[in-house]
C-alpha cells in the first residue's frame, strides 16, 4: 500500500476483522487443513485480528502492515513494510503467507504476488483473499454501469485513500499473476455466498456456453486449448460465480528440506 496516502488509526487497541463476514474464519480454516505447523506471515496484518486467531494454533507468526497499531499482539514480531517494494525478509523464509483483502489496495500485484513467492519455503502455502468482480453479480453489474461488484463507483481522484479498491483483479488475471510467480492455485473457495447472488443462476448456462465458444475460438494450438479448458472450468466453479470474495490457495512447488 502506498505509504503517501495510507494513514491507517495507530492509536487502534482493538483487534477488528477488516474483512467480509466468515473471512477470517475460512482463512484459518484452510491454512489449518494444509499446514500442520510452521511459520506464517500476515501480510497485511492491519490491526491483528487474524494474528490473534494464530496465536491459538501450533504456529510460530508475524505480522507485517504500513503502520503499526497498538492492538498487535507483541508475539507477533511485527515488520513495517509497504506491500509494493521489496519484502524485508531472507528468501525461503515462511512455511505460509496469508493475504486478506490487501491485494486489491496496491498499486504493483505482480511484484507482491512475486515477494510472496519469493519469501515462501518450497512446499509452502498461499493463502490470498480479494473481492470477487468474476461472479455472475459483478459481471451483470459491470454490462449495465461499468463498474463491478465491490468497485461500485468512481474512485476519488481529488482525495486518493488507502482503503480504496486501486486493483480489482478478476479470476484469470489473478491466476495468470500466480502462475507465472511459480506458484500453482490449488483450490478456490468464498467466504459466504450472499443470497441476492443466487438470482443470478439462470445467467449460468448462457454465459458459460458463450464463454466455452469464443475459447475455442481463440485456441491456437493443443497446449493453449487446454489451458482454456483448466481456466473455463475454474471460472465457472461455484465459489467463483456465486462467492462475495475468492480466496485462493496456493503452493510453491518443492519440498520443505
Excluded at 6 to 23: L, M, V, W
Excluded at 90 to 105: K, L, P, Q, W, Y
Amino acid at each position: 500500500m502506498s505509504s503517501t496516502t495510507y494513514k491507517p488509526d495507530t492509536t487502534c487497541r482493538i483487534s477488528r476483522e477488516s474483512a467480509p463476514r466468515n473471512t477470517h474464519a475460512k482463512v484459518y480454516a484452510l491454512l489449518r487443513d494444509t499446514l500442520s505447523r510452521g511459520c506464517v506471515l500476515d501480510i497485511p496484518c492491519g490491526s491483528g485480528a487474524f494474528l490473534r486467531r494464530l496465536q491459538t494454533g501450533p504456529y510460530a507468526f508475524c505480522g507485517v502492515d504500513i503502520a503499526s497499531h497498538a492492538a498487535i499482539p507483541r508475539e507477533a514480531n511485527f515488520v513495517r513494510a509497504n506491500m509494493n517494494a521489496r519484502l524485508p525478509f531472507d528468501d525461503a523464509r515462511f512455511d505460509a503467507v496469508v493475504s486478506i483483502e490487501g491485494i486489491e489496495h496496491i498499486r504493483r500485484p505482480f511484484d507482491f504476488v512475486s515477494e510472496c513467492a519469493r519469501i515462501l519455503k518450497p512446499g509452502g502455502v498461499f493463502i490470498l483473499t480479494t473481492p470477487n468482480i468474476s461472479s455472475l453479480r459483478s459481471r451483470w453489474r459491470w454490462l449495465l454501469t461499468g463498474f463491478h461488484n465491490k468497485g461500485n463507483y468512481p474512485l476519488d481522484e481529488t482525495r486518493p485513500l488507502w482503503r480504496h479498491h486501486i486493483t480489482l483483479l478478476s479470476y484469470p488475471q489473478l491466476r495468470y499473476i500466480f502462475h507465472t510467480a511459480g506458484l500453482r492455485v490449488k483450490q478456490r473457495s468464498t467466504s459466504r455466498i450472499k443470497a441476492a447472488s443466487w438470482l443470478y443462476l439462470p445467467l449460468l448456462p448462457f454465459t458459460r456456453l458463450v464463454t466455452r465458444w469464443v475459447l475455442w475460438r481463440g485456441a491456437k494450438d493443443d497446449a493453449l486449448a487446454a489451458l482454456y479448458r483448466d481456466v473455463a472450468r475454474e471460472l465457472y466453479s461455484l465459489p467463483v460465480c456465486f462467492g462475495d470474495n475468492i480466496i485462493l490457495v496456493a503452493h510453491k512447488p518443492g519440498s520443505a528440506s
